[in-house]
Structures are given as structure tokens and as C-alpha cells.
């Protein structure tokens, strides 16, 4: 079988006028950023006539995630969108799906093999490369001491942002990552582990954050020892939100962040090419650019990427 | 041969913190002998053969088995060694039943290595039989009354086959009928040559079957005797220091109003629990200043009715009338008897009395609390006083009222639930085995206490199965048979006699 | 003699004759053994202070722990932990458990918000309506123990499942930012004060927070319901038999615990500026490290408020010094670990009853 | 007479005498009705099975919650919760918890992974060898708990830390995929049966709960080993009195859990191909659920293994139909809550002892 047979069985029930059950299986619903793809992911499907969205959370588990896909299937969805918690684990389960003719449309994580119909998702290598890049360019051009407020230990993530930004940040020397602590993407804890930051490490000059909630939580620290003008902070996600990192930019407590796009819209522009418009061949796979959101672009932005007032 | 002793304790010492709990005691157990060990409350008696059973691993002195000196580490090297013991509170497992009870610890094997349950049971049912007990050993011991367990225990330490049988207080739950018939195991294993160490405050008991006495005081041996030569008077004396006085037969005020009145009362629970014997038609009258007495049978519903009378029974449906005073009551629940001026003092002192791990002064004030704050506030100072008269009331044996209660001794942990109850000013107080385990010199108190009470006013129901106390004490004893009054007998007329034919259920038909 | 006050006279023992001088008490060792004991909880508490001290880096010539700000910081981010575990207290004294805490913070944090940003309620209104969920939530997870005969356990651990679930369904399961103005979409500045410190020094949650424990610290040395407490933790049938009101303490106590999972709940939204449905997970674990290390014991009945703050202080104290130290994540997770032994066993000093 | 040992003579329940078959119990109703109460536990899930027939949707007139294949996915995704609570359920009958067995799960799934693929170990000592080290671990828990008394639930929250550090350092932090094959790098083929099935019904990690269920459950009911557990949990004063050696059962209980949670790991990273250091996070809490509704108690001392089954099996189903019905993310938490508690009172219709 190749590639292409997942697609067949779909195709034959394709068509406009149909309805078709989309299953959508979500890593998490904790995280704002998947809640926000989630968001799209059904907004962009109501536009869409005959198009029933059904979404499960499972909860950072991926046991659970392949659970989920397993209950999808029971029911009869006519495509698949997932999100994977991990690639590995959730490979079996995708092919699965994938070989009993089930359209795939993988999301932010790639799953191993080419047993999907489609991928879309960002590189959080080269978010964290422009977001180095930013640093030795425009925000450090003289150097400077940084702190790095990572994601969770042992998730991809944390180690692609924090690998990017080693990488932008090469060309210029004199910048210095003075300390690396985590705070598993957490507002609360990018908090108390900045207030530690500020005692252990005299003269930082900026934060780089692994996500906006973390930066946001770093620079409340700052702002209780009274150095958030002192110090920049940085974040990453930017996402379309009311309490999302555009409004902290904007609102002037980052100085910038960097969009990791959800893919949801565009997952559903696919879907709705697959089962409605019965196209054969989709593009196997869509990386979708960052975009660098600093106070110049943040109002506009955010209107742009969907936000609401 | 029986010169030499089976077991030779010498130097025996044990202190817990302050308290010299045991000091320079010396002991020997022959084989077939039956040495009866006396003491107060807090004598020592239980530490000392909590030495000799190896749950007490620290302490000065020796041990000599058969001549050879030994060190137990733990309750299971004394009974490699061949001493078994039954133990003054009940530690039993409820969630086990009872033929995996007795066999805990030593479960018989198959040869696939699991527990030859079949074996257990039948060997199990044995023992238990030669005690009159007639139960299925397959039933969880959390089912069973008190005194059904006393008998597993008994079970057990038989089924230990042991050479050495350390009974502490065995008969305190059981009554008349069961106790003979552990006399007559008793006597049997005294014939094969057990030595047997018994401890009980009923000097009755004392008396039928001890070939020694010897007397324990504040922890050190007041002095050793021959049952059969010294009266009982000699030896109360070594015990308390004192004679105690006539504790009987006083002259007693002439009783008031009817205060407590029963009629039909019966409770068909929800869901019937095996083992309870809930009241099935009940009637009695209780007047203030009167004491009066509960007798039955083991499982005669005693309890029971107490409990019902005071709201702690099982839930289901009430028939018949109770009246307090002159008003209807219908028990809602402890808070709500409490509050009618009705107290009650279970029979399951550690189970339903006490909070062991507490002081003694919190326990005293816990159901009085409301009357020793100002605005949900304790007041401490009361509180210490308080506390303080209570116990010097009761006499209590505790080193400091901030100990936990569960470091006193037996009889003191009595009154300690005694004390809690009394500070409620009760108009009717329910007293359900209140010298249970009780010494002899304390008995005497709560029964001066008692009459004190009496004198003043309160309406005092008592259930107990001492026969000789309910004589002594009441002004009428009540007799019930499963679940039902069978006879009242007033003072002039309760005899022994009269009271177990009743208790058997042998005049049911005439009272009815 | 006619004293004023018949409360006394019905406390007075039956047939006591009116002494004037109450007995004197012996002054004896247990009372000296036990009130040191007591204070036993603080032990590790030092310990892991002094070695803190020890151990913190300096910086120019000042030790970094102890310098004001850190010290402030450190009981400024356990406030709410420790907030949360002096409910908790209530609750396992008597033999309980609540897994709800950090849902419940999770749901009064969104309560906060969507009340003054979205439904422009001024700050007293929302602190009491949210105050309430908090209390009605617990006390509801109470009366289902009490009521039921089920264990807290699971109760609240359903209890968890069901705020969280609320909190999502509420919030849109986003985060809901507070913003600070007059205008509409704006809460009153005054909340702000959460974030803030008192002379610059004192946050205002830490504040809080010790206001609280010192608080329950009085309620549970002086007060009626807490020998309540205490007795039903220490045997519930005789605390029945005694006429302790078994079901309504059970009620308060959990609803005690929602009250303050809700304060704490309101001061992370305060802090943070934010409400978000997913904080505070796995804040119940935490508040009950703190009990336990504070040596309360999780089968009811003994321990103190003073051994909580004491706990939950070390816990923050450790965080702080492993953070200072720059410590790699891992390798605190396995420090912490063995500390929160070391610091449980420090407790098992005390001597043990029978 | 002269008894050749007169140990026996006095011991020797006084004559039975030796007949062949063994006395006829009496058809008795009390151990009838203790009996009857023993299989309560599957009342729940019964009704809980009733219930998702019922209102389970349709495919093509089939109803899909009955079909072959969802049953066998639910089994399937119990399997590992359930292995975990059968361990689980040993603990609890002692009146312990242990809180780190989803933490050994991660490190156990991570040291599979691990020596497959970097260390190319083959199967049978990769799988020895991580047994050992959950085993290990769970007894060096039990140890602390026994010699120190430190209560479990505070050293299984520290093991849970640890083992969740351990595990990552291990790993460097991400999941170590798991490739089949001969050559380096790459594991031995056979280890992927674990995500299999036999027949293409029966997935083998349900198998093997079950399995471990049905041993588990003959354990407690016919080893002398059960009746010490049990004897512990209901009075470990009891216990000691009569022999028992309490401390090692408690270290043997801690292992058996260690052991079971380690399996579970290489059963995860069998399943899911990967050894991930962050899996099994929350596992224990829904373990302790499925003991719990399973009619355990955690006070100790009572409960059944079939209980532990019926009561994973239970939350699998719930979780399952919840899936099939499309119920939102959010009011499954609430349902889940709900049913949770409901479950839990019909175990409560147990008569009471004492
Ligand atoms: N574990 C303990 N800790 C502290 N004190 C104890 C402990 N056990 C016993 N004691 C004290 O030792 C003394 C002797 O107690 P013991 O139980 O031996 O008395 P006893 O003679 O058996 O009394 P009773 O007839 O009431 O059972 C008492 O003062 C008691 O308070
Ligand atoms: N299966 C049971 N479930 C609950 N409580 C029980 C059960 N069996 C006995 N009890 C309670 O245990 C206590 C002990 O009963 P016990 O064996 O002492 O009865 P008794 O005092 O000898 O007889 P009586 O009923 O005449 O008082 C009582 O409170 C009784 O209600
Ligand atoms: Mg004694
Ligand atoms: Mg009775």
C-alpha cells in the first residue's frame, strides 16, 4: 500500500452536500496553546457546511491519546486530526487509522513513518533561532547576561526552542546564558523561579522564556524587585488571546514574541479539500512560518491571527 | 519434677518514663499449677506478663524456661518457647475470620504452600467447641459480641499448644456459663501439666481455681500466699493496703418519681445484623434515685437496649413508648440524650470510649465541652480544674492528666470514660459493664459512687453480667431474654437462681 | 455560694464539695517532655534553615538567602500552599483527605476574574461570592463524607475531576487576563494589591498567609470544635457516644478546607493577574507534604497548625535553595525528594505511645 | 498415660477425633451473608456495564460499545491502571499508598527502552533487570516506611519525585523511541508483541492483567502471606502479637507494588514504543480510584483483589463510553466525578461491622 490508499476509501465517499464526523484528538487541553487550536480547529469547521467537529483531551497521556484514536475509530469518524502527545507512541494508532482508510491530518508533531495523509505544523527550531537571532541582533547587539526559563524537561519543545536559540544567538558571543531553570511552561512557577533568578544572578539583562505564560511570570518577579524596566523579557507562542503574549507585548511587558502557529484553520482548509472538494493529493506536509510579534505589529497582529477584542 | 519451675522470672523491672511500672519482681509458673496473680489497677500486672510474652523486649531482670535463661525479641519467640498468652484487651483482627484469627501468624500449609483452609476451620471449630462456643469459624471476627471474642482469643492461646498459659483477665466479657466452662478447659490443662498464670479482679474466680496467689502492689510483690489458707479479707488487704469495707447492702434512700419508662419498645432494623439482638419488646421503669440492674444472657440484648435508650442503636423502625420524666422521648441520637440529661458508658471501652492516643484530660472534658467555654472558647483553667476534681472524684491512677489514656492501666481507663460521662450532671445514667476489668478496691468506689449518685438523684440503669454485683447493687434487676423482659425481680426476690432460670428463658411463658 | 454563671455550676462535678483551692496538679516530666515535643516540628525546619544558610551562594560578600528580598520571596511563594495546607490540616485531623484544593484554587482564580472583568462586580462582591463557591463546593464534598459514609478520598478526588471540569467549561479554558482601570473589561486597582508589598518588604500573600495560620494556630489550641476535631480524628464512635456533633464538624471542616482553597485561589488571580482553569494542579500534594512534614499524622487525630507553617516554610525553603543554587531539575527532584524524607523522619523522634 | 511430648497433649484440641471427612459446617447465614458481600464490588460494575449498553450509539444497527474490538480497546487501555492497582490493592489491605508507582512506570518504560536500544540487551534480561530495579525500588520504600515509620504516603511521595528525576537523567529528558530489528540501535522484534494481540482479539497486555488479576486474587485468597497483609491493615498490634513479621510483609508489599508498577512500564513502552520518562504521571491516582471503588478501604484491612478488577475495569468502561458519546472534555470531568462517587456509595450498601 502507498501513501495515497489512506485516502481512497474517503474519496469515494467524498462530496459536498454529506456530513462528515472530524474527530480531533488533542495532547492536552491544559496548555493555552492547544486550547487555542482546539478553538480554531472548530471555529473553521463551523463555516464549513456538514462539517461536525468531535475533540477529546488526553490529557499529556499518551496511553490515553491512543485510547482516544482507538474510541474515534469505534465510532466511524471520516477524518482523523491529531496533535500528538509524542510522535513514537502515537505512530501505531495513527497507521492504524491511517490504513483502514481514514484520512490523517497530523498537527504541530510529526508522527514517525509517512503513514498520514498530511502534516502541518511549525519548527521549534527555527522559532527559537529567530528568537536567538532577535537576541544577537536587536535586543542584546551589545551582549548581555540572559536567563533561559525552559519548558518542561523532556519535552521536544523545551529541547528544539532551547537548541534554536543556541543557534541564533551563535553569531554573537558576548551574549551569555548565565542560568537554565524550568518552570514547566508554568506562569506560576516562571515566577518563583525568577525570584531566585534575581538573587542568584546579579546584572541580567534579558529573559528568554520557552513560552509567553513563563516570561509573563518573570517579569512579575521583576516587576516585585522593581527591575521589569532592567531587564527584557521574551516569549514565545504568541498566540491570538486576550491572555495571550501579543497583549503582553503590546501592553509592553514583553518585548517580543514569537507566533507557533496551531495549524487549526488550515487543518480544516485540508479537510474540507479531502472530503469535500474530493482532491487526491494534498501537500504530505506544511511547515508554517513564525512570525516576530514586537510592539510595532502586535495590535496588528492580533486582529490578523483571529483574535477577538 | 514439678519442683522444677517452668518458668523462673527473677529481678523483673520496667519503667515507663516516670512511672516504675514493675520493680524487683519475682515470679515462677510450675507445670499444673494455677498461680493467680492479684493487684489494683496499675499494679503491674499486665507489663509483667507483657515481659514474660515477649511484647515487652526492654527490661531489667531475666527469664528462665526450663532452667535455660532466655531473651524473647518478640511475641513470636515466646511462643516458640511455649508461652502463650491471651491478653487483657481484645486484639483480634475484625476483617479476618475467626479460624484465620486463631492461626495467625502459624497458618496450617498444604503441600502447594497455601493455607489449608479446610484444617484451619475444622481445628478451629475444635477448640472452640471444647469452650461451649458454638461458632462458625468462618465468620469475621468484627461480627462477633465481645464475649464470643474473648472466646476466640481463648481459642487461640489453646490452639498454641503451650506449655505455659498466660491468661489476663480471660473472663472479664463472658458470662456465668461460659466462664465455668473455661474452668473446666482450665482444670483440664492444669491436669496435663500446663502451668498457667491467671490474672482477675473476681475473687470469686480467685478462689475456685488458684493453687497460688500472689499479690502485686505499685509494682513489686506485696506478697506471695496459699489461697486455700489466707481469706479473702488477707489478701484484699495485701492488695490495697487497706480492708476495704462492706460495699453492700447499705441503707438506701427511699427512690422518687418514675423517671425512665419503657413500654414495648422494640426496634426491627433496616437490614438485620448478625449478632445483635435489638430490644423486642422491652418494658421497664427506672425512678430517680434508684439503681437498677440489666441481666441476660450473653446476647440477650443488654447492649442493645442501652444503646437504643440512648440513640447509638442500629437505625429501623421503633415501636413502643419511651418516656423521660414526664415527657415522651424518642432517642434521636447521643447529642440529642445527652442533652435530655441521659448519659451512657459502653461496655467497649478502647472500641466506643476512650480516645486512647489522647490525654487523660481531654478525653474527661470532651462530652462537657460546651459548658467549659465562653463564646467557643475552652477555658483552660476550668478545664484544669475540673479535670482535676474528677479525677481525685474517681481516684484515678494516671502520673499527669496530659498522659494519653492509653498508658493507664485497664480499670483506670474505666473510669476515665466514668469521669467524661458524670461531668454531664446526667438525670439517667446507662452504664453498661462498668467494672468490667475493674480492681477491687476501685469497685468498691464506683459503688459508693454509684449510691452517692443514686442518693442525689439520678436514675441509674445497669447492665452487667456479675450476678453478685447486680445483688448487691440494685434495687431491682430486670431480666431479658432475646430481646424481650422475661422478669423484675425486686431486691427481696432476685436471687442467683431466680435470675438465671429467667435469663435461660424458663418462666418466659408465666411472665408474659 | 451562688456563683453568677450556671454554666459553672453545671460543669462542677456532681458531689464535689465546693474547695476553694483547686487540686494542685504535680508539676511532672510528661508535661515538660510533651510541650517540648510539641514544638518538635520546628526541628527540621531550622535544620533545613541552617543549611540553607550554609549553602547559599553570596554575593558581594552577602549571603543570598538571607538577604531580605529572598527570605520575603520565599514566604511570598509558599502562601498559597500554605493557605491551602492549613485547611488541610483541619481535614486531616480528622482522619480526612482533600484532593480537591488545587482544582478548587484553579476555579476561584477564574471566579475572580470572569466576576470583575467580564461581569464588572467591584472587589468585595466577588472575594465573597467567589469565597463562597469555595465554601459551598467543600462543604458539598463534607456532606457527601459525612452523609454517605464514603472516603474522602475519592470523594475529592472526583471533587478534583468536577472543578477542574467547571473551571474549563467556565473560563473557555483559557486563562482570563485582569486588567487593572475604570473601564469596563477593567477590575479595580485595589485588587492589584495581592501583587504588591507591604513597606516594600512583606508581600502582601505571604501576610496573608501567616495571618491565617496564626489564626487557625489560636482556633485550634482554644476552640471547642477543635477538641472536636481532634476527637473524631482520635476515635470517632466515642466521639459520637460523646456527643460531639460528628457530621457537622465533618461539614465544616471540609468546608474550611474549600474556604481557604478559594482565598488562596483569589490571590493566585491576584498575583498573577490572571485566572487561569489549570493552575494549581497538583498544589493538593504539596499542602499535604507540608501537613505530614509539619508531623500531623495522616490517620488523624494528632498534630499541630505550627507543625504546617513549620512545613510548609521548609518546603519553600528548599525550592528557594535549590533554585539559588542553580541546581539541574532533575537532580532537585531527587534532592527533594530524599529531603521530605529526612524531614518526615526528623518528626518520628517524638516518642510513640504503646 | 505419659505422652511421649507433652507439648501436644495440652495442645491438642481435646480430641477430635481424626475423622475422615471433615465436619459439615453449618449451612450458616451469617457466613453466607459475608460471602454474598464479598462480590459487591462487581455491582458497580454491572450497573456501570448496564448503563453504557444503553446508551452506548449505533453503527450500522451494531452497537459499538459491544463490538468485539472496543472491548478488547478497553481492557486494553485498563490494562496498565490495572496491573498498577492490583500492587496497589496490597498496599492499601496494609493501610498503606504509594504514590510513586506512576513514576516507576516512567522509569521502568525508560530503562526498557534504554537497555534495549542503547545497551542492545535482549528481552529476557532487559526484563529482568527492570523488574529488579522497580522491585528494588518499591523495597527500599517499604524499608523507610517499616524501620523508619515514616508514614508511606510522604515516602512515596518523595520516591515519586525521585524516581521521576531518575528516570529523566536516565533518558537525558526525551523518550527513547524503540526500533525493531537485529542490528544496533534497534530491539529485539519479539518486544513488540507486547502491543499485539492473540488471535487479533485478546491485546496482550490485557492478557497479562488479567492474569496478574487472576494470580493476584488467588494469592489473597489462599496464601498465609494474604492473611498477614489483611491482619496488618485491620490491627497491626494484633498482628505482631500473634507472629506476624510485620515488617517484612510491609517491605515484601512495597515490593510486590514496585515490582507491578515496573511491569506495567515495560508494557507501556511495548505498547507505545518508546520509553518516556514523563509517562505514568496521575497513574496513581487513578489506581487508588479503581482500589477504592473496587469496595477497599483505605484505612486497611479490608477489601478484595476482584474488587481492584471490577473496579478498573469500571473506569475503563466510563472513560470509554464518555469517548463513544462525544461527551466534551470538560463535563466527562464532571460525569467522571460524579460516577466516580456513585460507584463508591453502592460499595457502601455493605452492612457495617461494629
Ligand atoms: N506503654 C505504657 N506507657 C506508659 N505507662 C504505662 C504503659 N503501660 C503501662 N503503663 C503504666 O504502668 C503501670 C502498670 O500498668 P499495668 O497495665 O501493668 O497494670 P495492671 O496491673 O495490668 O492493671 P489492670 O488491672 O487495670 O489491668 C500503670 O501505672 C500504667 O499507667
Ligand atoms: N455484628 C455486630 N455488629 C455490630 N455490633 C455488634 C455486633 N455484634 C455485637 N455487637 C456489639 O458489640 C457489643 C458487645 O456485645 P456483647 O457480646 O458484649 O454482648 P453482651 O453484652 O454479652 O450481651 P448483651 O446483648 O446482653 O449486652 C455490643 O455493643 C453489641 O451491640
Ligand atoms: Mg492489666
Ligand atoms: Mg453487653
Known sequence: KDGGDGGTDASAQCGSGKEFLIGMSQANNAEPYRQVMNDDVTTAAKSVPGFQVVVSDAAQDNSK??????????????????SPNEAKPLTGVVKKAYDQGTPVIVLDRKVEGDAYTAFIGGDNVAIGKAAGEYYAKTLLPQGGKVVEISGLPGSTPAAERAQGFREGIAS????????????????????????????AQPDIDAVYAHNDPMAEGAYLAAKAAGKETAIKFTGIDALPVASGGIKAVEQGRLQATFQYATGGREAIDLAKKILVDCTKDVPKSTTLGTMQITKDNAAQAYTELGGKQ | MTDRPLVRMTGIGKRFGGVHACRDIDLTVTAGEVHALLGENGAGKSTLINVLSGVITEHDGTIEVDGE?????????????????????LDLVAGLSIAENMFLGREPRTRLGTVDIRRMRRQAEAHLRTLGADLDPRRLVGSLRVGEQQLVEIGRA????????????????????????????????????????????????????????????????AGTVDPRAASRDDIIQLMVGRSVDALFGEGRNEPG????????????????????????????TVRSGEIVGLAGLMGAGRTELLETLFGAGGSGRRAGQVTIGDRPYRPGGPRAALARGVAFVPEDRRGAGLMLEHSVADNVVLSALSSLTTLGLVRRP?????????????????????????????????????????????????????????????????????????????????ASSELPELLSLCDRVVVLHRGRTVAVLPRASATQQAILAAANGDDVKESR | MNPPNPTTVAASPPETPPRRRAIRLPKDRHAIVDNFFRFQSLFGLVAVFLIAIAVSPSRNGENVFLSSGNLANIVRAVSEIGIIAVGMTFVILIGGIDLSVGAVLGLAAVGSATLMVDSG????????????????????????????????????LAGLQAARGIARMWSGGLGIPIAYGEGPQEAPEAFSLLSGSINGVLPVPALIFLAIGVGALLVLRSTAFARHVYAIGGNEKAARLSGVPVRRVRVTVFAISGLLAALAGIIHAGQL???????????????????????????????????????????????????????????QLVVKGLVIVAAAALQRLRPRIA
Open chain 3, 121 to 156: 462586580l467591584g472587589i468585595v462582591p466577588t472575594v465573597l461570592i467567589v469565597l463562597f463557591i469555595g465554601t459551598a463546593f467543600g462543604a458539598t464534598q463534607g456532606a457527601i463524607v459525612a452523609r454517605l459514609g464514603i472516603q474522602s478520598f475519592i470523594v475529592t
Open chain 1, 65 to 82: 491519546q491512543v485510547a482516544d484514536v482507538e474510541n474515534f475509530l469505534s465510532q466511524g469518524i471520516n477524518l482523523l486530526i491529531i
Open chain 2, 382 to 462: 476550668l478545664v484544669r480544674r475540673t479535670v482535676a476534681e474528677q479525677l481525685t472524684t474517681l481516684a484515678v491512677k494516671a502520673a499527669s492528666p496530659s498522659i494519653p489514656v492509653a498508658t493507664l492501666s485497664g480499670g483506670n481507663q474505666q473510669k476515665i470514660v466514668f469521669a467524661k460521662q458524670l461531668l454531664m450532671r446526667p438525670r439517667l445514667l446507662l452504664l453498661d459493664e462498668p467494672t468490667r476489668g475493674v480492681d477491687i478496691g476501685a469497685k468498691a468506689e464506683i459503688y459508693h459512687l454509684l449510691h452517692r449518685l443514686a442518693d442525689s438523684g439520678m436514675a441509674i440503669l445497669l
Open chain 2, 69 to 89: 535463661s532466655v531473651s524473647f525479641a518478640g511475641p513470636a519467640d515466646a511462643q516458640r518457647a511455649g508461652i502463650a498468652t491471651i491478653h487483657q484487651e
Open chain 2, 158 to 221: 489453646l490452639s498454641l499448644r503451650a506449655r505455659v498459659l498466660i491468661m489476663d483477665e480471660p473472663t472479664a466479657a463472658l458470662a456465668d456459663a461460659e466462664v465455668e466452662r473455661l474452668f473446666a478447659t482450665i482444670t483440664e490443662l492444669r491436669r496435663a501439666g500446663v502451668g498457667i498464670v491467671y490474672i482477675s479482679h473476681r475473687m470469686a474466680e480467685i478462689e475456685l481455681i488458684a493453687d497460688r496467689v500472689t499479690v502485686l502492689r505499685n509494682g513489686t510483690v
Open chain 1, 172 to 199: 554573537n558571543p558576548k551574549i551569555e546564558i548565565v542560568a537554565t531553570q524550568t518552570a514547566e511552561w508554568l506562569r506560576e512557577k516562571g515566577q518563583s523561579v525568577m525570584d531566585a533568578m534575581l538573587k
Open chain 3, 273 to 331: 493577574n490572571q485566572g487561569s482553569p489549570n493552575d494549581g494542579a497538583g498544589y493538593e500534594l504539596d499542602a499535604i507534604a507540608a501537613v505530614v512534614i509539619g508531623g500531623t499524622s495522616l490517620a488523624g487525630g494528632s498534630g499541630s497548625m505550627g507543625g504546617t507553617i513549620a512545613g510548609a516554610l521548609l518546603l519553600g525553603i528548599l525550592n528557594n535553595i535549590l533554585a539559588l543554587n542553580n541546581i539541574d531539575a532533575n537532580v
Open chain 2, 257 to 284: 418519681d418514675v423517671l425512665l419508662d419503657v413500654r414495648g419498645l422494640a426496634v426491627t432494623p433496616r437490614r438485620p445484623v448478625p449478632g445483635r439482638t435489638e430490644p423486642a419488646g422491652v418494658d421497664l
